[in-house]
C-alpha cells in the first residue's frame, strides 16, 4: 500500500486560504486516484475532492465546489487542495486518500489515509 501524509492545515480567519497537501510513498507506481475528505467534530467524514491521477478528472461536493480545487503534481507524488473563501463550517480535520474501487464519494473506497491535518476556521 501507498503511504500518505498531509500538510499545511491551520488557523485562518473567514475568507482565507490554505493550501493542504499529500505527500505519499512506498507503493507508489500504483497511484490511480486521490480524495481529500474531511471530519468535523461529531459527525461524520464526509467526502469533499477526488481527482484521477492519470486523467486529471476532478469532482467535488457541492459544499466545496467553486472555492476548493484539487492538483497534483505527478513528479512528486503529491495532491494538493487549495481551498479558498474559507468558511467556519470548513473547520475539521481534512484527511486525504488513495482510491481503490467503488464509488468515489465513499470513504470505503479508499484503502490508504493519511493521519490528518486540522483545519481551523474563525468567524
Known amino acids: 500500500q501507498v503511504q500518505l501524509v498531509e500538510s499545511g492545515g491551520g488557523s485562518v480567519q473567514a475568507g482565507g486560504s490554505l493550501r493542504l497537501s499529500c505527500a505519499a510513498s512506498?507503493?507508489?507506481?500504483?497511484?490511480?486516484?486521490r480524495g481529500w475528505f474531511r471530519q468535523a467534530p461529531g459527525k461524520e467524514r464526509e467526502f469533499v475532492a477526488f481527482i484521477g491521477w492519470n486523467t486529471g478528472t476532478t469532482y467535488y461536493a457541492d459544499s466545496v465546489k467553486g472555492r476548493f480545487t484539487i492538483s497534483t503534481d505527478n513528479a512528486k507524488n503529491t495532491v494538493y487542495l487549495q481551498m479558498n473563501s474559507l468558511k467556519p463550517e470548513d473547520t475539521a480535520v481534512y484527511y486525504c486518500a488513495a482510491y481503490y474501487s467503488g464509488g468515489l464519494y465513499g470513504a470505503g473506497s479508499y484503502n490508504s489515509w493519511g493521519p490528518g491535518t486540522q483545519v481551523t476556521v474563525s468567524s
Open positions: 512506498g507503493r507508489t507506481f500504483n497511484n490511480n486516484a
